[in-house]
């Protein structure tokens, strides 16, 4: 358990959660990226820590928010594929929290209550948006306006409860994500005024920028799609890179109202004076392919897929210098790590690594860190779903190292292998390149690791191997 300063001994901080819905980490201006502006996520990112190498481990929104919750890989979460439910009997973050004194809410998109057609066919156009989720499937919050899934940001639906506990519908106002972000800071000021020495943990989930790519219209009036500045790994096919710019130019947008409600989060906490007594933790349930290697959405092991904004600003804050933690914190360890950041230690039942200590502390060893992050896709949409999403339609496990190197294969075949220092574009696949053929049986042998200590079940191909005449090409060529 970590140590609290001095101004946190008496009080927990607060925790509040910012997630967004297909959000790649690329697509902020402090990452590079020449098409979007995010001034309130660059001021975190000098504020607080920026993860700047952090993962979604499984890039399918339900696994990951399953692995959010219980700091479980999504094969031991309860939510392996999407619309899985998670068991009501799976320990979440919340729970941990609430067992500590905390108020808990989840405001927006929850997604882990499953595909559940009997629930749904008496709603209007079977809309999941509509249905209200009952106190017993909430994964142990309390307050609650939620939806379980909805690609409308215009025409959205919460669920709560009504003074008696009777279920309650209400149509959101305006564009999603403005609206929620009110609910959560309407929530934030009746905690402060009503138990202003009981500390809270606040979940804002909002759908965008996750497709249809719309934001209100002063936002996508700032986006022309032909400005729109294609990344090189999207190949330069014109009827493929007349899309990407399109839909690029409402996920722009969509990502500057989210920056502009950050801002908005994080002021109110300043009025209401305990913005040092709260975290706010912004992230992604993972990117967006938009057109890199021919790619679409997620479901894909490529960066643009599984790499995703982790950024922490609050107590902890000691200078205005740019921190930068290299760490490949993963979707199973968001869960403990936020504990540890309130003194809480992580129950054994999570399997995720507690980074906590490298928030507070900025000079914490690096060799502590974990070598690598695992990688799975245990379903994908088209062996779950009738309507088959763009994406990878095959499982696959693989492995990130944190000296830049991933693998990742298919059940018995190997699919990739890139070196990120040099390639960070992922143009170069060397999984057949016989010259790197000791480093594939390297990392091939770690990603076995990865799935015996998970647990997992996955039919890996047989480790590389060689004839003897092809062993002593390989000793020639490494002398």
Same mark, same amino acid.
């Given at each position: ?126 809309? *999941?948006?509509?249905?209200? $989720?009952?106190? !017993?499937? =909430?994964?142990?919050?309390? &307050?609650?306006? /939620? @939806? ?111 920056? *502009?409600?950050?801002?908005? $989060?994080?002021? !109110?906490? =300043?009025?209401?004076?305990? &913005?040092?007594? /709260? @975290? ?121 190292? =944190? ?77």
């Amino acid at each position: 358990m970590i140590k609290l300063n001095e101004a946190h001994q008496s009080k927990r901080p607060n925790v509040i959660w910012i997630l967004a819905d297909q959000m790649r980490a690329q697509a902020m201006s402090h990452r590079g990226d020449p098409n979007v502006s995010t001034p309130n996520l660059d001021r975190m990112a000098i504020e607080g820590v920026n993860f700047t190498h952090a993962i979604s481990g499984t890039p399918l929104c339900s696994p990951f928010r399953g692995s959010m919750l219980t700091g479980k890989y999504p094969h031991r979460s309860t939510v392996p594929a999407l619309h899985s439910p998670m068991s009501t009997k799976a320990y979440t973050v919340a729970h941990s929290f609430r067992e500590h004194g905390y108020r808990t809410a989840y405001i927006g998109k929850w997604h882990v209550d499953g595909n559940r057609p009997e629930l749904d066919m008496n709603l209007p156009e079977n809309r *999941a948006s509509l249905r209200h $989720i009952p106190p !017993e499937r =909430r994964g142990g919050f309390e &307050d609650w306006w /939620t @939806y379980e899934n909805n690609n409308q940001p215009f025409h959205c639906y919460v669920q709560t409860d009504g003074p008696s506990g009777e279920p309650v519908s209400m149509r959101l106002p305006g564009y999603e994500t403005d609206a929620l972000t009110d609910l959560l800071i309407d929530w934030m000021k009746n905690r402060t005024e009503q138990a202003p020495n009981q500390p809270f943990f606040g979940v804002l989930s909002v759908q965008p920028p996750h497709d249809p790519y719309v934001a209100p219209a002063e936002d996508m009036a700032r986006h022309k799609p032909g400005a729109i500045q294609v990344p090189a790994n999207v190949p330069p096919i014109p009827s493929l890179r007349s899309r990407v710019q399109v839909e690029l130019a409402g996920y722009y947008a969509a990502i500057e109202r989210i920056d *502009a409600n950050v801002g908005r $989060i994080r002021d !109110e906490l =300043r009025r209401l004076g305990i &913005d040092q007594e /709260t @975290y706010v933790i912004f992230f992604s349930d993972h990117g967006d392919m938009h057109g890199a290697h021919g790619q679409f959405r997620k479901m894909a092991p490529w960066e643009e897929s599984i790499r995703i904004p982790f950024l922490v600003a609050g107590p902890t804050r000691k200078s205005y210098k740019n921190q930068e933690c290299r760490a490949l914190l993963n979707h199973v360890d968001i869960a403990p790590t936020t504990l540890g950041l309130c003194g809480i230690s992580p129950p054994a039942s999570m399997d995720g690594f507690d980074y906590s200590r490298w928030i507070v502390d900025r000079f914490a060893p690096a060799d502590e860190l974990p070598e690598s992050a695992y990688l799975s896709l245990p379903v994908p949409t088209a062996l779950s779903e009738p309507l088959v999403e763009e994406g990878i339609d095959r499982p696959f496990r693989g492995i990130v190292t =944190r000296d830049g190197w991933k693998y990742v294969a298919f059940e018995n075949q190997p699919w990739l292998m890139y070196n990120l220092n040099e390639d960070p574009l992922e143009m170069m696949n060397l999984v057949y390149d016989f010259k790197y053929w000791g480093k594939r049986k390297e990392l091939h042998e770690r990603l076995l690791g990865w799935i015996e200590k998970t647990g997992d079940e996955f039919a890996l191909p047989l480790s590389p191997s060689l004839p003897r005449w092809q062993q002593s090409m390989v000793g020639n060529l490494r002398r």
